[in-house]
């Protein structure tokens, strides 16, 4: 599956894995990052069991967002923990800053059923996915 709106586009994994992925790029609008978590809970409605799902975050390409923005991405975290994601994996790159803000609102999201690591590529993500079951 894939979609695109906005600065985001979300696929599903090639191979099986119970993995989402997002990438966005530019500043995400308040209604994007809405559709976002949306269709990330679409994305994964198959796998609301025990085993959860892995989420990939490519933040790369993505800046900071304004306070409104920030309570729509600790909805995101919210989203994903309802939805019985286990691991989220952020792809940083050189985006130190919009990490920052990622841990604040995972912190604000209070959401201890998910782990949060980030890596500064794709295939590091994957393979810390890989090593949890992913």
């Given at each position: 599956?894939?979609?695109?709106?906005?600065?985001?586009?979300?696929?599903?994994?090639?191979?099986?894995?119970?993995?989402?992925?997002?990438?966005?790029?530019?500043v995400?609008?308040?209604?994007?990052?809405e559709w976002?978590?949306?269709?990330?809970?679409?994305?994964?409605?198959?796998?609301?069991?025990?085993?959860?799902?892995?989420?990939?975050?490519?933040?790369?390409?993505?800046?900071?967002?304004?306070?409104?923005?920030?309570?729509?991405?600790?909805?995101?975290?919210?989203?994903?923990?309802?939805?019985?994601?286990?691991?989220?994996a952020?792809?940083?790159?050189?985006?130190?800053?919009?990490?920052?803000?990622?841990?604040r609102?995972k912190?604000?999201?209070?959401?201890?059923?998910?782990?949060?690591?980030?890596?500064?590529?794709?295939d590091?993500g994957?393979?810390?996915?890989?090593?949890?079951?992913?």
């Open positions: 599956m894939e979609k695109e709106v906005g600065c985001f586009k979300i696929w599903t994994d090639e191979n099986d894995r119970r993995i989402v992925y997002s990438k966005g790029h530019g995400a609008k308040a209604h994007e990052v976002l978590y949306e269709t990330i809970a679409e994305f994964s409605k198959g796998w609301q069991d025990e085993t959860g799902w892995a989420y990939v975050a490519l933040i790369e390409e993505l800046q900071q967002v304004s306070p409104k923005g920030s309570t729509r991405y600790v909805k995101l975290h919210e989203t994903l923990a309802s939805n019985h994601c286990k691991y989220i952020y792809i940083e790159g050189n985006s130190y800053e919009v990490s920052v803000q990622a841990a609102h912190k604000m999201s209070n959401t201890p059923q998910t782990e949060n690591k980030y890596f500064i590529t794709l590091e994957l393979e810390w996915l890989a090593s949890k079951g992913f």
